[in-house]
C-alpha cells in the first residue's frame, strides 16, 4: 500500500492527452480536399499561391453550394481561370481569393503576379452583402511579427474547430542556397494538451509542386520561437533544414455549421 502511494505522488499532474485531430469541414484524411498541382509548363511554375487559393476556393463552394450562383465556375475550371487570368509570377493567395469573390486585385508588390486585362474575376460577389469585403471576415491573415509559435497554434486549433481551412506561407533557404518561399494548403491539424497548454504535432497539408494528389502529414516542432517543418523521411522536406511557417491565413466559414 505505501509503494503504491509514492507512485501516486510521483505521476505527473497534467499528463499530454492523447494526439487530437481536428479538420476542415467536410474534409477527412481520405475526402473532401483539394489538392491540384502545377503542370511546370511555364505557364503556372511561380503561381503556388493561384493554386493554393484555387483549392481553397473549391472547398469553400462545396459548403456553400446551395448558396452559389448557378453559373459559378468549379472544379478544374476554378484553377484554369487563376492560372490564366495572371501573369506567371508570386503573390498572395489572399489576394487571389479577394478576386474570387470581389473582382479586386491589390497584391502590393511591383513584382507580383499581374492580373490580365480580361481577367475581371468577381465570381462570388453576388453572395456577399452590398458593398462588404471579406478580408477580416471571411479571411483572417496572421504574418511576419504576429506569428509565433504560440499564435500559430492557437489560430491552426481554433480555427480547425470552427471547420475552417488554412492556407500557410513558409520560408526557407534552397538547397541551392537561395531564399525562397512558397504557398500551402492546410487541411487538417493534429495536436495534444497538457493542462492548459497545447503543442501543435502536425498539420496535413496540399503541396502544389510535390508532383502527386493527395494529402501529406508534416509534423511540426517549435524552434526560437517559430513552427518548423519536422519531416525527416519525407523525400523533399528532409533536404531543406529549417523550413518556417511565417504566414497563417484562415478562410472562414461566414454561415452557421449545420
Known amino acids: 500500500m505505501h509503494r503504491c502511494l509514492i507512485a501516486l505522488l510521483f505521476l505527473p499532474l497534467c499528463a499530454a492527452t492523447e494526439p487530437t485531430e481536428l479538420w476542415a469541414k467536410g474534409v477527412s484524411e481520405q475526402t473532401g480536399w483539394y489538392d491540384y498541382n502545377k503542370t511546370f509548363d511555364g505557364s503556372d511554375n511561380e503561381q503556388c499561391w493561384a493554386i493554393t487559393a484555387a483549392n481553397l476556393i473549391n472547398w469553400w463552394q462545396n459548403q456553400q453550394a446551395d448558396k452559389l450562383p448557378p453559373d459559378t465556375p468549379r472544379g478544374d475550371e476554378v484553377v484554369r481561370r487563376f492560372v490564366s487570368s495572371f501573369t506567371n509570377a508570386g503573390s498572395d493567395p489572399d489576394e487571389g481569393i479577394n ?70 506561407g513558409v520560408s526557407y533557404v534552397s538547397p ?11 487541411w487538417g491539424v493534429r495536436y495534444t494538451t497538457e493542462g492548459e497548454q497545447q503543442k501543435l504535432c502536425g498539420i496535413w497539408i496540399a503541396d502544389s509542386d510535390d508532383y502527386r494528389s493527395g494529402l501529406t502529414y508534416v509534423g511540426v516542432r517549435e524552434d526560437a520561437g517559430m513552427l518548423v517543418f519536422h519531416s525527416p523521411d519525407h523525400p523533399i522536406y528532409k533536404r531543406i533544414p529549417r523550413i518556417v511557417i511565417d504566414t497563417v491565413s484562415i478562410i472562414n466559414l461566414p454561415f452557421s455549421r449545420p
Open 99 to 168: 478576386w474570387w469573390f470581389t473582382g479586386e486585385y491589390r497584391p502590393g508588390r511591383p513584382d507580383c503576379a499581374a492580373r490580365k486585362p480580361d481577367a475581371p474575376g468577381a465570381y462570388l460577389k453576388a453572395c456577399l452583402p452590398e458593398g462588404s469585403g471579406i478580408k477580416g471576415t471571411l479571411l483572417t491573415q496572421m504574418r511576419g511579427q504576429d506569428v509565433t509559435a504560440q499564435s500559430a497554434t492557437t489560430a491552426f486549433i481554433e480555427g480547425a474547430r470552427a471547420g475552417a481551412a488554412f492556407w500557410i
Open 176 to 186: 541551392k542556397g537561395r531564399p525562397a518561399m512558397h504557398s500551402l494548403n492546410v
